[in-house]
């Protein structure tokens, strides 16, 4: 296991090229699944969990080809049976289950293992599948799912907290074999949601509507393969964004899509956080007024995202003031504040909110990541600190942010990566 020791203390300054988005990549690399011809989709991240979908895939017999940021995936002779560990491990890979189901009426998935951000049920991905005709039934640790044959159907995804990213597309993929119309009522609005419904598009569906809460899509018989290029990553562009801000520096973020970004950057610039638009690029500095403390809700798309509030949590201990930050969508998403507390952050957590009090210096010393943004705001801790920040267990940063240690260091950080 590796770990990232960080001095801090030192403003970043320079170029970022944003990465493709894994969020993005994963369901349209389970997309692939939907046709024997083969699909190429470009600007894909190099990540465990990308390398993850990948060996899923093969699993199932499909030819999955990585060359630089191009995957070629080719499912031309599928099987339901796919590697049980791998599919465990990682809970996007319940979204091949919409896809096999589509393409070859069967579909087995191990059930998403438990994960520190919560409970993370699939029930409105079996619910809106069961609507398309499918039946299910829990056989050794799997979810087992047959149908004759799938049907289009009105399926209302809206769940405790609002609509499901991956449960949406789960069903949107399924759809588009399915014998007529679906209409998917309070679908989720994320811009990954988007680029899956643009890449299944090219593939030969018909949906209308994609980043609206209402889908229409019409089955066809059959899809063809198709090429993609896959949308910038607008959490690593917000995660360098804050970078910048909590190291009073200046990153101009390549390739980030403000127009994906509005709540994020909505609340920086509250924050008192300068963002500028420069042609593709966004510029991000922290300006020499004193930042402003700002309450944030995480929310579905298009509101504040979950997977932001970590690493805003890190902005606003640089703020004097207090801060109330509430978490909306997933109930155990605050690992983060136990370890940030080490730093010397003053944190409390009542309920849904952490109560944040700025303004105190933090100073670097010994830390765990528990989960990929978790570990994202401990990164961005140890920038801001004073000394030596060790940050450990940073598989799970390597699960979703490409190269983040070198893309730091090419902007002035000091950040090794180091055996554990
Ligand atoms: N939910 C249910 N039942 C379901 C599905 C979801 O109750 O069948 C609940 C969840 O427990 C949660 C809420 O609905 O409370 C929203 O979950 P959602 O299904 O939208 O999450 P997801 O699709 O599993 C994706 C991202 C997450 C991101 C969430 C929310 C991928 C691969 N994952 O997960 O990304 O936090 O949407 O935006 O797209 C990350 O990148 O760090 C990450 C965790």
Known sequence: MDAFQIRGGRALRGEVTISGSKNAALPIMAAALLTREPCVIRRVPNLSDVQFMGDILRSLGAKVEFSGDTVTIEARDIQEFGD???IRKMRASVCIMGPLLARL?????SLPGGCVIGARPIDLHLKGLRMLGAKFNIRGGYVVGSTPALSGAEVFLGGRVGPT??????????ATLAQGVTIIESAACEPEVVDLAKFLTSMGARI????????????MPELRGAEHDVIPDRIEAATFAIAAAVTKGSLVLKGARADHMGAILDKLREAGVSIRRQGNDLAVERSRRRLRPVDITTQPYAGFPTDVQAQMMVLMLQVPGISVITERIFESRFMHVPELCRLGAQISIEGPSAIVKGGEPLSG???????????AALVLAGLAAEGVTTVKRVYHLDRGYERMDEKLRAVGARIERIPE
């Open 105 to 109: 009426r069967r579909a087995r998935v």
């Open 84 to 86: 049980y560990e791998l």
């Open 365 to 375: 010393a010994p830390v765990m990541a528990s989960d990929l943004r978790a570990s």
């Open 165 to 174: 990213v991956l449960g949406t597309a789960n069903i949107m993929m399924a």
């Open 208 to 219: 209308q509507g994609a980043g609206s809460p209402t889908l229409t899509i019409t089955g």
